[in-house]
């Protein structure tokens, strides 16, 4: 499910709007939420528009939509496109009602007020059953295909590696990595390709020969 939500601008880092946590959830996340600020922090005008981040028994999804990231917090176990449906759904919402403000505020949380609508979508995608109904019933389900029928295209990052081994969310580092893992598989592929090669230009001799050493073990001993 969707634990928790911050929104901050792009440029700097500023929070400007997230979700009232209880006191059990902010408890339970509070090491998480100072990764989040350590994550803006990390964000580039090269970062990828969308990237989740593995962390323990939970995942960070964030999306970055002019000039704002939308991040979540969500149990590992939750659907990746639901998450991204969900962030999706409050962009557009916060862009239409605070879009032209967002490059001139200056204290932290000055949309405090956006917390009603993100309480509000995130109750209904607590449930991934409850989510999927939901997102059918106001016809997003096309616009999640349309836009994530590849999750896989969604960079994915490790925490640790994020934050203690300096790794980055820029494009070029997350094209780098998939070059890297097409390459590789491109290796195994044309391995296998001689191996198979190798056998179809042996088997014949291979088998002529078996052929004949049954033939003088029959015919000597």
């Not at 639901?82 to 967002?102: H, I, M, P, R, T």
Request: charged share 25%; hydrophobic share 40%.
């Amino acid at each position: 499910m969707v634990r928790s939500t911050v929104i901050a601008r792009a440029s700097d880092g500023l929070p400007l709007a997230a979700t009232v946590d209880d006191e059990q959830t902010e408890q339970a996340l509070q090491d998480h939420k100072r990764e989040c600020k350590l994550i803006f922090q990390r964000i580039t005008p090269n970062s990828e528009p969308r990237c989740s981040i593995e962390n323990g028994p939970y995942t960070f999804h964030y999306l970055i939509a002019d000039n704002v990231v939308y991040l979540t917090i969500a149990e590992k176990s939750y659907p990746r496109k639901l998450a991204f449906l969900y962030l999706d759904e409050l962009s557009k919402e916060f862009n239409q009602s605070y879009g032209a403000k967002v490059d001139t505020v200056r204290k932290p949380y000055a949309f405090v007020g956006f917390d009603t609508f993100m309480s509000k979508t995130a109750r209904l995608y607590q449930d991934s059953r409850t989510a999927t109904a939901a997102s059918t019933s106001q016809n997003n389900l096309e616009v999640l295909n349309e836009d994530l029928q590849d999750v896989t295209r969604i960079m994915t990052k490790n925490m640790e590696e994020l934050l203690w081994r300096g790794d980055s969310l820029d494009k070029m580092s997350h094209l780098s990595t998939s070059l890297r893992s097409e390459s590789e598989k491109y290796r195994k592929a044309a391995r296998q390709v001689n191996i198979n090669a190798l056998i179809r230009q042996y088997a014949p001799l291979g088998a002529i020969g078996f052929v004949v050493i049954i033939f003088l073990w029959w015919r000597f001993w």
